[in-house]
């Protein structure tokens, strides 16, 4: 199984709006839910800049639109995962393409998260993969997004391969993730990983979420798979996640990963944060 991202050439025709741009942040919350929209109102473009493709357009925050025929190319692909709504246009016939398939489809015990090191916000994944039991051969797989990255795109080898046969213009593809090309490489580095934490619990017992939580606020640390929590000296709670040189990268979260919440966990060190 491949798994590309998008992004749009900066070749492609750049659409503005002719209203206010207060509109903004309203659109991009509305896009980022994975929820179909209720009374679509529908807005009112305009040429921002021109380009030389114009089968996707590149909208707010490389949020793409898709031309009539892209439209008509990809729906029996995709048409289940995403919901096409018109705008208007003085030249074109363009949708946005509001994703519906966003969940959690990272494997985030094996890929390896890059943050912004002052917010320590996710910035990327420098090691994409990819939870195979949710998309291997599920239709899901051929368009979707990931909660913590909402406006980035993941598409299958079966979107890119639809793209080039019809000649269409104006999208970058990365492959982020290919199922078949992992090596032993890898797998020596999943032994460490596991060796590394089991070295460090403290006591063969497992809590739960909530039991290592309440134990957190006492001054407590947790470890399972290659996640950690527990406070830091002001008290601030932490989650932090094993790296390639086995140490822990925290941030504090903004939204509490639910992949968390079903797993054992075991008392370990404190971490000097």
Known sequence: MKIWSIAIMDETLSIDELETAEKIEELIDLFCIGEKVIDWPGIELKTYLEGLYSDFANFIYGLPLFSQKVVEIFQPLIGEQVE??????????????????????????LAIPKRIRILKLLQRYDNHVFKHKLLRGSAKRHIFRIPELPLKIFVSDEFVQTYLENDLNGLLFKLVYDSESRNAGDEKQIIAYQTYITERIEVDETYTWDQAMKLIE?????????WKIQQTEDGDFMIGQLTRKLDYQFFVPTVTLKELHKLNWYKTSKSDI
């Open 84 to 109: 096409f709504l018109p705008v208007t246009h003085p030249d074109h016939n363009f949708f946005i393409c509001n994703i519906l398939n966003i969940d959690d489809y990272i494997d985030h015990s």
């Open 218 to 226: 006492q001054g407590a640390a947790f470890a399972s798979q290659h």
